[in-house]
T-cell receptor, first 116, second 111 residues
Framework: DTGVSQNPRHKITKRGQNVTFRCDPI?????LYWYRQTLGQGPEFLTY????????KSRLLSDRFSAERPKGSFSTLEIQRTEQGDSAMYLC??????????????FGEGSRLTVL | GDSVTQMEGPVTLSEEAFLTINCTYT??????LFWYVQYPGEGLQLLLK?????DKGSNKGFEATYRKETTSFHLEKGSVQVSDSAVYFC??????????FGSGTKLNVKP
């Protein structure tokens, strides 16, 4: 079990630049989630996928944010034209709801974004 | 909408003290309830869960009981250790589709 892997672990960028984060979930998990966490707060839901289908997207997610899971395995989260308010830890989690999976979330260590 | 409220921290205790971290929730229906823990420099990991009223989740000496009548899921441990120092998050999920997290409670345990 290699766990959920996220890359890069830390990204520093200038305002207006685009950034992309990658998440590799636990291999047999059919669901993949993106959350955002700011200092002193709990994870805030952004979006989730079941296999390759994006089933829900938070209303808080502006059109500068896009996520994909093209083959139902890894996922990418892209932020275009970054703003300082995008600075946060971006968390990926996966779960299994099939074949006896319990549905609970397994988190990666996160990708920290700093926008200067 | 569904939400979780947990006590603010930090909570500072001496080793072997009794721990309670309060968590209350608002939800329509009967959600599943969770406690996640985040150790320094690590990702969130599931500590325990309960899926129906009166269930008690337990792990590593921690316990929490799903109380529908008080909409609560308080985390307890009889004797904390320095290694329990971490941030604890209460969470709920109505149907294992979406998960809602509290703001976290930092626990510091002093030797």
């Amino acid at each position: 079990d290699t766990g959920v892997s996220q890359n890069p672990r830390h990204k520093i960028t200038k305002r207006g630049q685009n950034v992309t984060f990658r998440c590799d979930p636990i291999s047999e998990h059919n669901r993949l989630y993106w959350y955002r966490q700011t200092l002193g707060q709990g994870p805030e839901f952004l979006t989730y996928f079941q296999n390759e289908a994006q089933l829900e997207k938070s209303r808080l997610l502006s059109d500068r944010f896009s996520a994909e899971r093209p083959k139902g395995s890894f996922s990418t989260l892209e932020i275009q034209r970054t703003e300082q308010g995008d600075s946060a830890m971006y968390l990926c989690a996966s779960s299994s709801t099939s074949g006896g999976g319990t549905g609970e979330l397994f988190f990666g260590e996160g990708s920290r974004l700093t926008v200067l | 909408g569904d939400s979780v409220t947990q006590m603010e921290g930090p909570v500072t205790l001496s080793e072997e003290a009794f721990l309670t971290i309060n968590c209350t929730y608002t939800a329509t229906g009967y959600p599943s309830l969770f406690w996640y823990v985040q150790y320094p420099g690590e990702g969130l990991q599931l500590l325990l869960k309960a899926t129906k009223a009166d269930d008690k989740g337990s792990n590593k000496g921690f316990e929490a009981t799903y109380r529908k009548e008080t909409t609560s899921f308080h985390l307890e441990k009889g004797s904390v250790q320095v290694s329990d120092s971490a941030v604890y998050f209460c969470a709920l999920s109505p149907n294992f589709n979406k998960f809602y997290f509290g703001s976290g409670t930092k626990l510091n345990v002093k030797p």
